[in-house]
């Protein structure tokens, strides 16, 4: 009976699709209604925390580019500790199963399988929600196989596909590949259902984020939720428009038409994902960045993606902070350094808590911060000065970092106050300025 209801619910949702949309409610890791929230942090601790998990979450999407399989990692030795992609930003609430419990997920924009935790568990990390058991869920079935291609990235064991990632610590998860309705917030007072393929982890080893159940994966991959979701439906749009998260406000992941929130397709510039071989991660394809309306005229290979796979430049809201390509970084820092030495201000090496940063002494009253301009083919994208510094009362550092790879990415501290949408369908990315503290359902 529950099986029937749940196919005329799904026949109800292909019918309306072009008009159906749904949002999930975005949480940073920090935030007071988090799991994960660390609480009251001191300006040192925070800038610590935030190049700490940009550098893990750099090796992470690193480990993930392999000449091999997508899916299965290898990572060089020198990959740091905790490559793992609990290291992401930003959380997600998500209804699994028809009894709609609700489970907190790592939005991840850098992982193709979504996986969560299931019973019966040899070996798994504790979490804040109950951890799902499909025998209390009608709608759950293990996918089937009958020959190694049909499970492809995966593999089949005993008629059963299975599925195993290990990362770039040593941590590893395993389990099944399963069918499971995931249920999602609409305008409708009907929910969305989703019956998607995951993975029912049954043995969790590492340095997995505690009190989270597991990850969304929303990377390009056709096993991703994205490639799911464009492949049974109308969905190929996703967006977000991310705020302080030092704020006490959230905003919301949208999909579908919703994802321009209303605006006018035409206030959007737009510029291409480059499609990269050895990965599925969104690569945008960076030409020149400018400090203060001031180009720096850089090499025309300089993010270009190479034979290998490596170089290039991602866009992830999972990294906090933005990572520069080594040679990259002492352009703009020296560009840093001149335009506040006008100010007769000076570098910091101990005012952020860490020799990472790029510290600078606070004058009191100074405000006069440059803006920092990232030119994509196609479209410029503007970071205002406000959004482009961590800021405390004494002392303040640009949100970029050195990169110890060779690609660079845009983190999710300069995205703030825009809207960003992802179509994986027209492989581009829209973006336009918005308050993204009004963001609502």
């Not at 860490?354 to 196609?378: E, I, K, Q, R, V």
Request: hydrophobic share 35%; proline share 5%; net charge neutral.
């Amino acid at each position: 009976m529950l099986n029937h209801l749940l196919t005329a619910l799904l026949n109800i949702q292909l019918s309306a699709a072009k008009s159906f949309n749904f949002s999930l409610k975005i949480v940073h890791r920090d935030s007071m209604e988090s799991p994960l929230y660390p609480g009251n942090l001191t300006f040192e601790e925070r800038i610590q925390r935030y190049i700490g998990f940009s550098e893990a979450r750099a090796s992470y999407l690193m480990s993930s580019i392999s000449t091999h399989n997508i899916s299965a990692m290898h990572p060089s030795a020198n990959a740091r500790p905790e490559v793992v992609p609990g290291n992401a930003a930003y959380l997600v609430k998500v209804g699994i199963g028809v009894l709609e419990d609700v489970y907190w997920l790592i939005l991840d924009t850098g992982s193709d399988l979504t996986w969560i935790q299931c019973k019966p568990c040899l070996s798994c990390y504790d979490q804040v929600d109950p951890i799902y058991d499909p025998k209390f869920s009608d709608s759950f079935r293990k996918v089937s196989c009958t020959k190694e291609t049909s499970c492809h990235p995966y593999y089949c064991d005993y008629g059963k596909c299975k599925y195993g990632i290990n990362y770039g610590d040593g941590s590893s998860t395993s389990g099944y590949i399963a069918f499971e309705y995931f249920t999602f917030t609409t305008q409708n007072p009907q929910p969305f259902y989703f019956n998607m393929k995951f993975g029912c982890s049954s043995e969790s080893r590492g340095n997995f984020e505690r009190k989270t159940t597991g990850i969304l994966g929303m990377n390009l991959a056709p096993i991703s939720f994205m490639g799911q979701l464009g492949k049974q439906f109308f969905s190929n749009k996703f967006s977000y428009c991310l705020v302080d998260p030092n704020t006490v406000t959230h905003s919301y992941l949208k999909f579908g038409d919703d994802a321009y929130n209303g605006r006018p397709v035409q206030e959007f510039k737009k510029t291409p994902f480059v499609a990269n071989l050895f990965s599925n991660n969104y690569y945008l394809d960076l030409q020149d960045i400018s400090i203060n309306g001031k180009r720096l005229n850089l090499p025309k290979d300089t993010f270009k993606i190479k034979g290998n796979g490596h170089g290039g430049c991602i866009i992830d809201s999972g990294t906090l902070i933005t990572r520069l390509k080594y040679p990259v970084y002492i352009r703009v820092k020296d560009e840093f350094e001149a335009y506040f030495a006008r100010y007769g201000i000076q570098r910091s090496f101990d005012g952020c808590g860490t020799s990472a940063a790029l510290c600078f002494d606070l004058p009191s009253g100074f405000n006069a911060f440059p803006s920092m301009t990232y030119h994509f083919f196609g479209a410029d994208l503007y970071v205002e000065p406000n959004h482009g510094f961590l800021i405390t009362r004494s002392h303040f550092a640009p949100a970029i970092t050195a990169g110890e790879t060779d690609f660079t990415i845009l983190g999710s501290w300069q995205q703030q106050n825009i809207r960003f949408i992802y179509d994986t369908d027209l492989r581009r990315l829209s973006f336009a300025p918005e308050e993204c503290d009004k963001d609502n359902l």
